[in-house]
């Protein structure tokens, strides 16, 4: 069973309008690098500099990795769309609840599979 188009196309919407912002965000973060950011790179004359600067790239390179994590959610959703399988679970193949998909259009698992994934 697969949703019809006029189901999906709100939710195609709203993902690539996520993937934008999201793309947006990741730029943006890239930008703010204290290694990759010109002008943070010749301000040296503080001691402190060279560890506020490591904590900085490592701060944004943490929130990075879950934009990256976010992006590849979102993508995979676009494609499982385009492929006509949205909403099945990868594990069992059956329907992902409705609700389920409402609170989060990117999920590939059902309840029932996703409670096996986590550790006891």
């Given at each position: 069973?697969?949703y019809?188009p006029k189901?999906?196309?709100p939710?195609?919407?709203?993902?690539?309008?996520?993937?934008k912002?999201?793309?947006?965000q990741?730029?943006k973060?890239?930008?703010?690098d204290?290694?990759?950011?010109?002008?943070?790179?010749?301000?040296?004359?503080?001691?402190?500099?060279?560890?506020?600067?490591?904590f900085?790239?490592?701060?944004l390179?943490?929130?990075?990795?879950?934009?990256?994590?976010?992006?590849i959610?979102?993508?995979?959703?676009?494609?499982?769309?385009?492929?006509?399988?949205?909403?099945m679970?990868?594990e069992?193949?059956?329907?992902i609840d409705?609700?389920?998909l409402?609170?989060d259009p990117?999920v590939?698992?059902?309840?029932?599979?996703?409670?096996k994934?986590?550790?006891?």
């Amino acid at each position: 069973m697969n949703y019809p188009p006029k189901v999906l196309e709100p939710i195609k919407d709203f993902l690539e309008e996520r993937e934008k912002k999201l793309d947006k965000q990741k730029t943006k973060l890239y930008k703010e690098d204290p290694f990759t950011n010109s002008d943070s790179l010749s301000d040296n004359a503080a001691i402190d500099t060279g560890a506020s600067r490591k904590f900085g790239h490592a701060t944004l390179e943490a929130v990075g990795t879950e934009l990256e994590k976010m992006l590849i959610n979102v993508r995979k959703a676009l494609t499982y769309i385009r492929l006509g399988k949205y909403g099945m679970c990868e594990e069992c193949g059956k329907m992902i609840d409705t609700d389920r998909l409402a609170i989060d259009p990117t999920v590939t698992l059902c309840m029932t599979c996703a409670q096996k994934k986590i550790p006891a």
